[in-house]
């Protein structure tokens, strides 16, 4: 299987070939119907290489092999311990620890590769396998940074590749239910949507750690790093806590956003932000004096973009660490908002709605709306719903880039890249907050020009027109040889 497996052409001669070689020595293929109704010849699968393999990477390639339609046939980690089940799980599969090693020596033998490694990775490695014409599944966040994930979006195009990203609520039931409800007016024009999270459930806000010379046995900690500054090995980075310093990670936002801003982004058909702010949480060391650590994300904060929409300004209000908007006056006192640690809340002319993590449990407020009313279904739901997300980018790929399946799927990188935009548009909010400048009046202190204003967007160009110096944080240098 090459750039299309739904090719008849290709597939009868290399069938032909195929079965030539096989013929020869005394092999035969047998036909399919005689191996019983439901039977997928292994020759039909979609062959996936996957990057990251352990923890969240270890349950995507689970999820594609269930599908029955999926060989695992390529493995990849820095890290042995985390790629231990997944080496067990499927033997006959190769394992590297360079991504870079596995497409050079497999690229003939992969037709997809699963990335779910640190955020800092996902770009270098999903475009490799894309200039290869390699169908990509990344997890969220797509990319790091908004000029990879504008960078992907066109690529995903430029080589005619399958995409999807790993938020898993997109394909399900929940958003499809808020859009109808919105689309039929229950709750009027929208202008204001809060979404909230109690991530950060890493430690944040705080100095790099100190050194420790014991890597373990397994890590390359130099490829771990890959495009990142080089640093000595500390403990405790791994394998979660990584999601809590820039030069890996994108913080609460990169973690919880894409789950939680899907819903208000596909609801609303936002687009670029045109204007963006932030307060985040403060930690004093003493008395009138401020910790200060910028490469490390807040403890908590509060995000506020405003999109255009339609000619009308839409507020969309991220809240982490715990914080959260005042509570919906149609709950009661003992209802719960959200799922209590996570929700969205969407407030309309006439009336609002809310629902949890991945759009899940979809309300109308008050609660009793939901007994009054009845919307008929509009919006085509996904078999198998948010479980249904991996299947339908297997079926996708295997139809091939064009097909009705891919254009169908629920997050492909034409929603998923400006998806991914609108998230990191926030950390660069917040990394734009802690700039910090030597104060002309007082050359023993500092000023922070990116506090108290509102950050204005240029969309299309990607860049801040009123502080230049955010635009640092629009597109990374990668170091060590790593290029997109």
């Known amino acids: 299987m090459k750039k299309k497996l739904n090719d008849a052409t290709n597939h009868s001669r290399r069938n032909f070939l195929r079965n030539t070689a096989l013929a020869a020595?005394?092999?035969?293929?047998?036909?399919?119907?005689?191996?019983?109704?439901?039977?997928?010849?292994?020759?039909?699968?979609?062959?996936?290489?996957?990057?990251?393999?352990?923890?969240?990477?270890?349950?995507?390639?689970?999820?594609?092999?269930?599908?029955?339609?999926?060989?695992?046939?390529?493995l990849c980690d820095v890290d042995d311990r985390m790629a231990k089940t997944s080496r067990a799980r499927y033997p006959k599969a190769a394992y590297y620890k360079d991504y870079r090693e596995m497409l050079d020596k497999m690229h003939n033998s992969i037709d997809a590769v699963s990335v779910s490694t640190p955020?800092?990775?996902?770009?270098?490695?999903?475009?490799?396998?894309?200039?290869?014409?390699?169908?990509?599944y990344v997890q969220k966040p797509m990319t790091h940074d908004i000029y990879e994930a504008r960078t992907m979006t066109k690529a995903a195009h430029q080589y005619k590749v399958v995409t999807q990203m790993g938020n898993q609520?997109?394909?399900?039931?929940?958003?499809?239910?808020?859009?109808?409800?919105?689309?039929?007016?229950?709750?009027?024009?929208?202008?204001?949507?809060y979404c909230f999270t109690d991530r950060p459930v890493w430690p944040q806000g705080m100095g790099w750690p100190a050194p420790d010379p014991n890597i373990p046995a397994g890590l390359d900690w130099k490829l771990w790093q890959g495009n990142a500054p080089l640093k000595e090995y500390v403990d405790g980075l791994l394998p979660f806590n990584w999601r809590g310093w820039w030069d890996y990670g994108t913080g609460a936002l990169g973690d919880m956003g894409c789950h939680l801003m899907e819903a208000p982004f596909r609801v609303l058909g936002l687009g670029y932000p045109t204007a963006a702010e932030c307060s985040v949480a403060t930690q004093y060391i003493k008395p009138w004096t401020r910790s200060f650590h910028p490469e490390s994300g807040p403890i908590a904060s509060h995000i506020t973009l405003t999109f255009n929409v339609h000619g009308r300004n839409v507020k969309l209000h991220w809240m982490d660490g715990g914080i959260q908007p005042d509570r919906p006056e149609e709950l009661g006192p003992n209802d719960l908002f959200g799922d209590g640690g996570n929700a969205i809340l969407f407030v309309g002319n006439k009336g609002k709605m809310m629902a949890s993590t991945y759009a899940e449990n979809p309300k109308l407020l008050p609660l009793s709306r939901n007994q009054e009313v009845h919307v008929p279904q509009t919006i085509a739901r996904v078999p198998g719903s948010a479980?249904?997300?991996?299947?339908?980018?297997?079926?996708?790929?295997?139809?091939?880039?064009g097909s009705k399946e891919q254009k169908e799927l629920s997050s492909n990188f034409d929603l998923a890249g400006p998806l991914t935009e609108i998230v990191i548009m926030g950390n660069l909010a917040i990394r734009s907050y802690n700039i910090q400048e030597?104060?002309?009046?007082?050359?023993?202190?500092?000023?922070?020009?990116?506090?108290?204003?509102?950050?204005?967007?240029?969309?299309?160009?990607?860049?801040?027109?009123?502080?230049?110096?955010?635009?640092?944080?629009?597109?990374?240098?990668?170091?060590?040889?790593?290029s997109l």
């Open 387 to 401: 479980n249904g997300h991996y299947a339908a980018w297997v079926e996708a790929c295997i139809a091939g880039y």
């Open 25 to 74: 020595t005394g092999i035969y293929i047998v036909p399919r119907h005689v191996l019983g109704k439901g039977f997928i010849a292994p020759s039909d699968k979609l062959n996936i290489a996957g990057v990251g393999i352990g923890g969240k990477g270890e349950s995507d390639l689970w999820n594609f092999y269930q599908s029955g339609k999926a060989n695992i046939v390529g």
């Open 119 to 136: 955020d800092h990775m996902h770009a270098v490695i999903a475009m490799a396998a894309m200039q290869l014409h390699k169908h990509v």
């Open 169 to 193: 609520g997109a394909s399900g039931d929940g958003v499809r239910q808020l859009r109808e409800w919105y689309n039929a007016g229950i709750i009027g024009e929208v202008d204001t949507v």
């Open 438 to 482: 030597p104060n002309p009046k007082n050359p023993k202190a500092f000023i922070y020009p990116g506090r108290n204003i509102q950050l204005q967007w240029d969309g299309a160009n990607m860049r801040v027109t009123n502080f230049d110096a955010a635009n640092a944080f629009v597109k990374r240098n990668y170091l060590n040889g790593y």
